[in-house]
Each structure stands twice: as C-alpha cells, then as structure tokens.
C-alpha cells in the first residue's frame, strides 16, 4: 500500500516546526534551578527531566502532522541520550533554536531576501558547528578532586546526600567506570561498589531464597554450569551423570547452572535438590546479547560457555565447570562475580581487548554504549545508585534526576568540564560574527534559565557542564536540523512515529 501524501511545501514545514515547538517550550521551561516541573496525567509524575517531559508530551499533540514533527525530534534526542544519558533538554533547546533559524534562511520565508539553498545552509551550520566543538574542547578544564566531582553531581541531581554518594563513588571508580541507578523500598539513598557481571534477568525458582528481607539468593564460593540449552528434566539427569556426581565426590555442596530456560519439572528437581546434599541453584541466563554476555560470564568464572550453536551438552566436561566467588540474585537480576587470580587476569585482559576491538568498529551509538559498558565491568566492576527516598513520587523524580546525573558526573571525570548553563556556549556566541547561523542559537539555554530566575542570582557561581556532553549534543543536533528544516511534505500512514520528509517546495 503506497503512503498517502497529506500536506506539501511550507505547510507541512510550518506544522512539523509547531509541533516540535510545543514540547521544546515546556522543555526549556524546565531548565535551571528555578525551572519549572511537569505534572504528567498519563503516569501522575512530578519530574522537570527534560526526556520525561518530552516523552509524555508529543504523543499527546492532537494535531496528526504537528504531532509527527515533535515525534521525530524526540527520536533524535533519544539518539543522543542513548550516547551521553543526559542533556536532554539543552538538546530540546538547541534544536529548537537552530531548526529556527535555518528557516530564516530558506527560500519560504518572505521576510530575508537573501535566499539559500538546503546543502549552502547545510554548509554554513557543518562549519559553524566544528568552530563550536574546537572552542569548547579548548575550554575545558579537567577534574582534578573528588570535591570538584561532587559539586558536578549536585547539578544534574539537585540533592546533596545522593550528590556526595554518586561523586564519591565515581571517583573510586575512575574515569571509565559505570554507575547504575535504580529504585530501592528505602527512605535513604545508598551506594554499592560490585566487581563483577550483571545479568538482566534472575533466579528460576523462588523456593532457594537465602535473604528473606531482601528476597533474593546469595551465595559464595560454589561452581557454576553456562549454557544457552534450555534445561528439563533430562538435562538434569544427563548433567548429574556427567558432572554432579563427580562435583558430589570432591565434597561439593552444590552449583550454579546459568541456563536459557527451565522446564517446570525441571525447576521441581531443583526444589527437590536443596533437601538433598548437593543442591542445583537455577538462574537465567540474560535477556539482551545473551551469548555475548554469556562469553563475559564465562571469562570471569573460568568455565567453559556450552552453546548449542557450537557443543552438545552430552560434550561437558568436569573442565568446562567454572567458579562463583560470589552470586548475588533476584527474580529479574542477578551479579555474579568470578575468582580473582593470575589466570583470570589474563582471560579477563584478552577479552576486555576483543571488546575493544569490537568497539572501533561498531557503528551504533547504542551498541557502542552497550560494549562500553561491558568493558568496564570486566576490568574494575560497576557501582550501583541506590535511589530511596520518603514517598514513591520522589523517589520517581530522583530516580529520573539520577538516571542523568550517573552519565553527566562520569562524562565529567573523563573528559573535563566548561562553564555551564548556557555560559560556554554564550561566550563562544559572543566573539562569533554577526550572520554566523549558530550564534543566536547558542544563547538559548542561558537566555532560558536567566528569564526564569531572580534579579539577584549569579548564574556563574552556578554550574559546570561536562565538555563530552556539549559536544556530542551539538555534532547531533547541527547533523540533524537541516534535514527536519528541509521537510516539503508529511504523510499520514498508520504509524504515527514515523515521519516522511520529502524535499518539495510549493
């Protein structure tokens, strides 16, 4: 079925730009320390996170090509986001600021007789936008304390115990290492440093429980099993033939079987087992990149990974059983650290270079973000934010507020810091020429943030931005408005994310 046409030329233009302009207005709303919160009816969420805002706004424009021109801007913030996990609404303003004043230049709007075409436009912004990184690149100044570090926290997450928590424990951490944040039943917030790999999935049988309060497993020093087979009973029979009874004769008291699935006779045998001497611990293996992260696992453990595309597991070994320093689980996570010794240092350092390798080549932002990720797990482990507060609404709002912090403090510590709220990219505004095209632009966010505070605030004793972070919004977003400027026409298919652009001028 071919894709109906609805609206060409500088009506469409016009609508997409109205669109994306709704939800960037209340986005900028939210900017600075005196910006406004978004009350959300669809989830009855209080948060001023612009990717929060902006993700419960655009779906709600009533206006089907309007809408579609918010959506497809909000797909390109997501981009970035999935890149630098923060931003989102200096994202918001840029684009808005810039998409404007592109138009200004274009041969539909009346007003400047001075007309240019899409690629000479394209020209200028490519131009001006490198001036941009160069500038911001040569104003960064790295950070050089833990006290700096957590005065970079306070920013993205505006509370200053979690602020002092997250700082601290980045800088432990260094440079490359990773922080997870997640929602804990707790009235105070909490930090965790873990050396080892987490799964996103968890235990496949309540019943072995060993922490009631917190309901998940635990257990230390006990071999383990990886495979992506599926387990039933006839696994199990195979496996305590081949393995169990060998493990059973070297006094051991049990082991982690980390599979793809298991039958429920087979999660019954389980239950049976932990009556029994010698016990067998169920755990799914992951969700996501599942034997990429298996081959992680099995790094770690010193076992071997028992893949169906490659091994029948009638083929396991006594050799291919690894080991569990420590494994802590519950229904949908789990982190299992391995032994610590000459030999794991070695397999860890050989795979942590694959995934390096990997990693020039890789041409998705998520997946390079992904590998990231895994590479610092391997080599210095992870830390985990433990987001508690009060009331579940605030402990949403900080959940929100440290899902960004967690990326920006790291950025920050990697590659340096420059004047923030808007005052980096002001003052390279000021010393650019009239008629460069990201000048007016570039004075956005301070603008923003100025109009909604008091006469008395120095927003220099405010905020610093990590340099990565500005830079990677403005490469994103200067590649990306052209194009959303150029849009001629919008259809109106089914799918009401997707949005057709089509150079067409009326």
Same mark, same amino acid.
């Given at each position: 079925?071919?894709?109906?046409?609805?609206?060409?030329?500088?009506?469409?233009?016009?609508?997409?730009?109205?669109?994306?302009?709704?939800?960037?207005?209340?986005v900028?709303?939210?900017?600075?320390?005196?910006?406004?919160?978004?009350?959300?009816?669809?989830?009855?969420?209080?948060?001023?996170?612009?990717?929060?805002?902006?993700?419960?706004?655009?779906?709600?424009?009533?206006?089907?090509?309007?809408?579609? *021109?918010?959506?497809v801007?909000?797909?390109?913030?997501?981009?970035?986001?999935?890149?630098? *996990?923060?931003?989102s609404?200096?994202?918001?303003?840029?684009?808005?600021?810039?998409?404007?004043?592109?138009?200004?230049?274009?041969?539909?709007?009346?007003?400047?007789?001075?007309?240019?075409?899409?690629s000479?436009?394209?020209?200028?912004?490519?131009?001006?936008?490198?001036?941009?990184?160069?500038?911001?690149?040569?104003?960064?100044?790295?950070?050089?304390?833990?006290? /700096?570090?957590?005065?970079?926290?306070?920013?993205?997450?505006?509370?200053?115990?979690?602020?002092?928590?997250?700082?601290?424990?980045?800088?432990?951490?260094? &440079?490359?290492?990773?922080?997870?944040?997640?929602?804990?039943?707790?009235?105070?917030?909490?930090?965790?440093?873990?050396?080892?790999?987490?799964?996103?999935?968890?235990?496949?049988?309540?019943?072995?429980?060993?922490?009631? /309060?917190?309901?998940?497993?635990?257990?230390?020093?006990m071999?383990?099993?990886?495979?992506?087979?599926?387990?039933?009973?006839?696994?199990?029979?195979?496996?305590?033939?081949?393995?169990?009874?060998?493990l059973?004769?070297?006094?051991?008291?049990?082991?982690?079987?980390?599979?793809?699935a298991?039958?429920?006779?087979?999660?019954?045998?389980?239950?049976?087992?932990?009556?029994?001497?010698?016990?067998?611990? &169920?755990?799914?293996?992951?969700?996501?990149?599942?034997?990429?992260?298996?081959?992680?696992?099995?790094?770690?453990?010193?076992?071997?990974?028992?893949?169906?595309?490659?091994?029948?597991?009638?083929?396991?070994?006594?050799?291919?059983?690894?080991?569990?320093?420590?494994?802590?689980?519950?229904?949908?996570?789990?982190i299992?650290?391995?032994?610590?010794?000459?030999?794991?240092?070695?397999?860890?350092?050989?795979?942590? /270079?694959?995934?390096?390798k990997?990693?020039? @080549?890789?041409?998705?932002?998520?997946?390079?973000?992904?590998?990231?990720?895994?590479?610092?797990?391997?080599?210095?482990?992870?830390?985990?934010?433990?987001?508690?507060?009060?009331?579940?609404?605030?402990?949403?709002?900080?959940?929100?507020?440290?899902?960004?912090?967690?990326?920006?403090?790291?950025?920050?510590?990697?590659?340096?810091?420059?004047?923030?709220?808007?005052?980096?990219?002001?003052?390279?505004?000021d010393?650019?020429?009239? @008629?460069?095209?990201l000048?007016?632009?570039?004075?956005?966010?301070?603008n923003?943030?100025?109009?909604?505070?008091?006469?008395?605030f120095?927003?220099?004793?405010?905020?610093?931005? &990590?340099?990565?972070?500005?830079?990677?919004?403005?490469?994103?977003?200067?590649?990306?408005?052209?194009?959303?400027?150029?849009?001629?026409?919008?259809?109106?298919?089914?799918?009401?994310?997707?949005?057709?652009?089509?150079?067409?001028?009326?």
């Amino acid at each position: 079925m071919s894709t109906k046409i609805s609206l060409t030329g500088l009506s469409a233009r016009t609508k997409a730009i109205k669109g994306m302009s709704y939800v960037a207005d209340r986005v900028k709303a939210s900017i600075g320390p005196f910006g406004e919160n978004h009350l959300s009816e669809k989830s009855n969420t209080i948060s001023n996170d612009g990717a929060f805002i902006a993700e419960h706004l655009a779906p709600t424009i009533k206006d089907e090509f309007e809408k579609r *021109g918010a959506l497809v801007v909000q797909q390109n913030v997501a981009k970035i986001n999935d890149i630098v *996990g923060d931003g989102s609404s200096t994202a918001w303003a840029l684009h808005d600021d810039i998409i404007k004043e592109i138009i200004r230049y274009l041969p539909n709007d009346k007003s400047i007789k001075a007309k240019k075409t899409y690629s000479e436009v394209a020209k200028m912004l490519n131009k001006a936008k490198d001036e941009v990184i160069k500038e911001l690149g040569a104003m960064a100044t790295p950070i050089t304390s833990k006290e /700096e570090l957590i005065k970079s926290a306070l920013v993205s997450v505006e509370d200053e115990a979690v602020a002092e928590l997250l700082g601290t424990l980045q800088w432990e951490l260094g &440079p490359e290492g990773r922080i997870i944040a997640e929602e804990v039943n707790d009235t105070k917030s909490s930090v965790e440093k873990v050396n080892g790999i987490m799964l996103d999935n968890g235990f496949g049988a309540t019943h072995l429980v060993t922490n009631p /309060e917190k309901q998940s497993l635990e257990v230390n020093d006990m071999q383990c099993i990886l495979t992506n087979y599926t387990i039933g009973v006839e696994e199990i029979d195979l496996l305590k033939e081949n393995i169990f009874k060998q493990l059973i004769a070297q006094k051991k008291i049990g082991v982690i079987l980390i599979a793809r699935a298991f039958t429920a006779d087979a999660i019954k045998r389980c239950q049976e087992s932990s009556q029994a001497r010698f016990v067998i611990f &169920p755990i799914n293996a992951p969700y996501t990149d599942q034997r990429e992260i298996m081959r992680d696992i099995e790094t770690v453990t010193g076992g071997r990974y028992i893949d169906t595309e490659e091994n029948s597991l009638e083929d396991i070994y006594i050799t291919d059983v690894g080991f569990i320093k420590r494994l802590e689980a519950t229904m949908f996570k789990a982190i299992v650290t391995g032994i610590e010794d000459e030999n794991s240092k070695a397999r860890v350092a050989k795979r942590v /270079e694959l995934l390096k390798k990997k990693l020039i @080549g890789e041409q998705s932002d998520f997946m390079k973000r992904a590998l990231e990720e895994r590479i610092a797990q391997l080599t210095n482990g992870f830390g985990i934010l433990k987001v508690g507060s009060l009331s579940l609404t605030d402990r949403q709002r900080l959940k929100d507020k440290c899902d960004d912090a967690v990326n920006a403090v790291r950025l920050a510590l990697k590659g340096g810091t420059v004047k923030g709220a808007g005052l980096a990219l002001k003052e390279i505004s000021d010393k650019m020429e009239e @008629g460069n095209i990201l000048k007016r632009p570039l004075l956005g966010v301070y603008n923003q943030i100025i109009s909604s505070a008091p006469e008395d605030f120095k927003i220099e004793d405010w905020v610093r931005d &990590p340099v990565i972070l500005l830079q990677t919004i403005i490469e994103k977003t200067c590649a990306f408005c052209p194009t959303f400027a150029s849009i001629g026409s919008i259809d109106t298919s089914p799918n009401p994310e997707k949005c057709h652009c089509n150079i067409k001028n009326e």
